[in-house]
């Protein structure tokens, strides 16, 4: 099979795909459990990457305590060395130093680990929602807005990254404070308690700010992503845009959204401007009542100067904890709000999934059977019904039917895009449903009239189903496809790489490009979805032939009005609510069925236009 496929005759058996991927794929899973708590969901997780997290706590643990010690000694120094001699102060210098140096390193590394393994957590996530969206069915797509996917993989990541990383470092940092509180304790009961007398106002400071800020910072996320929505399809749709000379109403938009996210982030900057002051200064408060009381204390012979020392120090160190503390509980919230937009996500189960035991379809001849089809979109709109078609093996169909009659979504049916309500569609006799999705979908080829080209080599695009195809078989594709001279001809040839979705080639090469891509995957049956609609009617009179013989040794089914396109096939069928109302040679309907002629008369009348240009 290889040999055949390096010869640059693409082979037709359907072979696996390589499944190793060659990122790293998320050692766990999020808990699926929906009942659980959002943090609990995420466990698996960080479980799966404990050891660099374990060592950040503990690294971080350690600098810590150490930090913690250090206003002790200088408490002890001032006393035992400078007032009483009783031990050498060159013993605390030293001491203090070896603190200093040992627990700038822990301090490093603590950090080193904890980024690591915040980030290797994100990157996690992030595959994990990606690989999840990859697996979403169409219908997913059809009701979701991109905006907030790209929101939801980003910003929101970010703060559930955040929290399951930096709380736990929070709440050391909280505990260490409960050991400087000890050790005020141990040198002073009453001196520690008036110290720590503003404490409880910093925390229900704290407390406010972040009841103020909280619902500010959820208008900050989903207006963010309705920007980002609205950014994204400027600039997906700009051809449109400018095309209706709707720019400055686009821009209108635009300003209204963005008006939106400056007004909550400028509320949000009016609560930090508020809050922040009190907390960083509230503290000074606490020195003082430590200098009134324990300055008193200290004349009075109750308590040695190092204290007053040592608790300022002890007093500056508890700050950030109380502080944190109120920011800990704010980040909770956010991050339970972003999990919460995630596992929206995560938690939907794709429609149409793949059976156990489904197996592959391996070299199917190519019948193709519809029977007693239904389906609709949604539930009040049934697009087929009863709808019964039978294309042989080897057999070329044309599908003919109004616009919005439901041709693109038979064919859509036939890859399993959406599953059907009712009845069955089945290659071989073989249920689609029951058959892997990978080999259903090698097996059955599709071009779209709207063909998405990737900005990559135009060989790269061609090759895009089989990327290891030689570039033989690249340009045996493409010559088959008639799309090999103006590929040539364009400055670098097959490496010329496509601009944003291959706007910087015609329809026409663009649709040329797509029908190679699929014929390179060389499939036993092939669906031509008004493929050929924006190819110009000389060229598709020059690949006329190559279609004959492309066609010939594959089930075909065209979706097409053009005459000279439905000429390709042996035999037409004709769909009209949601049925196939009649089948059969080309000049028999036209004789002997009054709807053929009409929709083919509305058709020709709607396609004129476009096919002739500038006339219109
Ligand atoms: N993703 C979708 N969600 C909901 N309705 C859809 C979707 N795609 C198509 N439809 C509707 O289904 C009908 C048939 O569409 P389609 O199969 O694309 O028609 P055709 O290809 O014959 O022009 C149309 O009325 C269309 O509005
Ligand atoms: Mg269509």
Redesign the pocket.
């Known amino acids: 099979m290889r040999a055949t496929r390096e010869s640059g005759q693409p082979s037709s058996a359907y072979e696996p795909p390589p499944s190793a991927s060659n990122y790293g794929r998320p050692p766990s899973q999020i808990d699926p459990d929906p009942e659980k708590k959002w943090w609990q969901r995420v466990i698996p997780l960080l479980v799966a990457r404990k050891w660099p997290f374990i060592g950040a706590l503990s690294f971080s643990f350690l600098s810590l305590v150490l930090q913690v010690l250090v206003p002790n000694l200088l408490n002890q120094a001032l006393d035992r060395s400078i007032q009483t001699h009783s031990v050498p102060l060159h013993h605390y210098v030293e001491l203090i130093i070896a603190i200093g140096i040992v627990g700038g390193i822990a301090g490093f590394l603590a950090r080193w680990l904890l980024f690591r393994s915040a980030y290797d957590f994100e990157f996690d996530l992030r595959n994990l929602i990606y690989e999840h969206l990859s697996l979403m069915s169409?219908s997913f797509y059809?009701r979701t807005q991109s905006g907030q996917l790209i929101s939801r993989a980003n910003s929101d990541i970010r703060s559930v990254q955040m929290y399951a990383t930096f709380a736990p470092q929070i709440i050391i940092q909280c505990a260490i404070g409960l050991i400087a509180f000890i050790f005020m304790l141990s040198i002073d009961i009453p001196l520690a308690l008036i110290a720590m007398a503003t404490m409880p106002i910093l925390f229900w400071t704290g407390v406010r700010m972040r009841n103020a800020m909280f619902p500010i910072s959820w208008i900050i996320q989903a207006r963010l992503a309705e920007v980002a929505t609205i950014t994204d399809e400027n600039i997906n749709g700009v051809r449109v845009v400018k095309s209706f000379a709707q720019e400055q109403k686009e821009i209108n938009t635009l300003a209204d959204a963005s008006s939106g996210v400056s007004w909550a982030y400028i509320k949000d900057a009016d609560y930090r401007a508020r809050f922040t002051p009190i907390l960083q200064n509230l503290p000074q408060v606490g020195l003082a009542l430590v200098l009134v009381f324990g300055g008193i204390m200290v004349i009075q012979g109750k308590v040695g100067i190092g204290a007053i020392l040592a608790f300022n120090a002890y007093l500056l160190m508890l700050q950030a904890p109380f502080m944190m503390l109120g920011m800990l509980i704010m980040m909770g919230q956010r991050a339970a709000a972003s999990a919460d937009r995630i596992f929206e996500i995560m938690d939907e189960r794709p429609d149409i999934v793949e059976k156990p035991g489904a197996y592959d379809l391996e070299n199917p001849a190519g019948l193709v059977n519809f029977r007693n089809v239904s389906f609709s979109?949604?539930e009040n709109q049934p697009?087929l019904k009863d709808f019964d078609l039978t294309i042989e093996a080897g057999e070329t169909v044309a599908l003919v039917?109004r616009?919005?009659?439901?041709?693109?979504?038979v064919a859509r049916l036939l890859l399993r895009f959406y599953d059907v309500q009712d009845g069955s569609v089945s290659i071989d006799g073989h249920d689609v449903r029951d058959a892997t999705m990978t080999s259903l979908r090698a097996n059955v080829g599709v071009v779209l009239d709207d063909s998405f080209l990737f900005s990559i080599s135009i060989a790269d695009n061609i090759a895009y189903g089989r990327p290891d195809a030689s570039r033989a078989a690249v340009e045996a594709a493409a010559k088959a496809a008639h799309a090999h001279d103006f590929i040539t001809a364009l400055p670098e040839g097959y490496d010329t790489v496509v601009g944003e979705r291959g706007y910087t080639l015609s329809g026409g090469q663009r649709q040329r490009l797509s029908i190679a891509r699929s014929l390179l995957l060389n499939p036993p049956i092939l669906i031509l979805d008004d493929a050929t609609s924006a190819i110009d009617v000389k060229i598709e009179q020059e690949i006329h032939g190559a279609f004959v013989t492309l066609l010939k040794s594959r089930t075909t089914l065209i979706?097409a009005h053009r005459l000279s396109t439905i000429s390709l096939a042996s035999r037409v069928a004709l769909i009209d609510g949601g049925r196939i109302i009649a089948t059969g040679h080309h000049e028999d309907l036209l004789r002997d069925v009054p709807e053929y002629g009409e929709v083919l008369a509305q058709v020709e009348a709607s396609v004129i236009p476009t096919t002739r240009g500038g006339e219109a």
């Open positions: 169409f059809d979109y949604n697009i039917g616009t919005g009659s439901g041709k693109s979504t979706v």
